[in-house]
């Protein structure tokens, strides 16, 4: 690691400080969300197919992103939470218990736009699969983000499954 590691990747592509943008607080060692104790992040890509579109056959590039805030043995203690909408246009399953508690104790999934109820049907079979004492409570409504991928990706063919 070099001493401008909190200015560049390791891509070497600039980051937000580079550019004089100031956050507060220091990065920690990797200048990574997995600098914070407790706190896994896994991820699935999906790529095929060449080409003009094809709905339902691709090109497919697009995939989920899962976040999970604390350690397994961990994950029915809530963690505190809060929202921000950059436009107002992006789908955010769970936002709304996040705004009435401030808190929640599921994974936190990231994938394309049509694919957000996939994602959060997927971390619910997960977690009572995984860790079914975080759902003692008899229900579960885990956090799924979206971000439109359609640019790239046969976003209409629904690969996630």
């Given at each position: 690691?070099?001493?401008?590691?909190h200015?560049?990747?390791?891509?070497?592509?600039?980051?937000?400080?580079?550019f004089?943008?100031?956050f507060?607080?220091?990065?920690?060692?990797?200048?990574?969300?997995?600098?914070?104790?407790?706190?896994?992040?896994?991820?699935s890509?999906?790529i095929?197919g060449?080409g003009?579109l094809?709905?339902?056959?691709?090109?497919?590039?697009?995939?989920?992103?899962?976040?999970l805030?604390?350690?397994?043995?961990e994950?029915?203690?809530?963690?505190?939470?809060g929202?921000?909408?950059q436009?107002?246009?992006?789908?955010?399953?769970g936002?709304?218990i996040?705004?009435?508690?401030?808190?929640?104790?599921?994974?936190?999934?990231i994938?394309?736009?049509?694919?957000?109820?996939?994602?959060?049907?997927?971390?619910?079979?997960?977690m009572?699969?995984?860790?079914?004492?975080?759902?003692?409570?008899?229900?579960?409504?885990?956090?799924?983000?979206?971000t439109?991928?359609?640019f790239?990706?046969?976003?209409?063919g629904?690969?996630l499954?």
């Open positions: 690691m070099t001493d401008n590691h200015q560049t990747t390791p891509s070497g592509r600039l980051r937000a400080r580079a004089g943008i100031c507060d607080g220091t990065p920690g060692p990797f200048n990574a969300i997995t600098d914070v104790a407790g706190v896994a992040v896994g991820y890509t999906l095929s060449d003009a094809v709905v339902g056959k691709g090109p497919v590039r697009t995939g989920v992103t899962a976040i805030p604390r350690p397994r043995a994950m029915a203690t809530p963690v505190f939470a929202i921000f909408s436009n107002g246009n992006g789908e955010l399953t936002s709304h996040i705004e009435e508690t401030g808190a929640f104790n599921f994974p936190i999934t994938t394309n736009t049509h694919s957000c109820g996939v994602s959060r049907d997927a971390t619910l079979r997960w009572q699969r995984v860790l079914p004492a975080a759902l003692d409570s008899g229900w579960g409504l885990p956090v799924a983000a979206e439109y991928d359609g790239l990706n046969d976003i209409n629904h690969h499954r």
